[in-house]
């Protein structure tokens, strides 16, 4: 098992800087995928960035050119750093990561953008 925990999610204004981190311990040796996912009040859960074991790295397009995807080489935590952020970007973040036919998730943590 994988266990996630988040952390560094807040209240910051339009334009500013968050860094988000996801701390994954137990079987880590085995995870071959790490993402961060987003909840958005009245929409579904997106994903807005993610990296593969061989460090392919991957954005939707809503945060492309802003946000960036990162992991320690021991795989033991994933950091999201999110710049430029826009009130569209609030919501929920989720980590995820996944070892062969199993996926994880942890508790999330609360981004508030405001005006």
């Known amino acids: 098992q994988v266990q996630l925990e988040e952390s560094g999610g807040g209240l910051v204004q339009a334009g500013g800087s968050l860094r988000l981190s996801c701390a994954a311990s137990?079987?880590?040796?085995?995870?071959?995928?790490m993402a961060w996912y987003r909840q958005s009040p009245g929409k579904q859960r997106e994903m807005v960035a993610s990296?593969?074991?061989?460090?392919?790295?991957n954005y939707s397009d809503s945060v492309k050119g802003r946000f960036t995807i990162s992991r320690d080489g021991a795989k033991s935590t994933l950091f999201l750093q999110m710049n430029s952020l826009k009130l569209e970007d609030t919501g929920v973040y989720y980590c995820?990561?996944?070892?062969?036919?199993?996926?994880?998730w942890g508790q999330g943590t609360q981004v508030t953008v405001s005006s």
């Open positions: 990296i593969t074991i061989g460090d392919r790295i």
């Open positions: 137990g079987s880590i040796a085995n995870i071959d995928f």
């Open positions: 995820y990561s996944s070892v062969p036919r199993w996926g994880y």
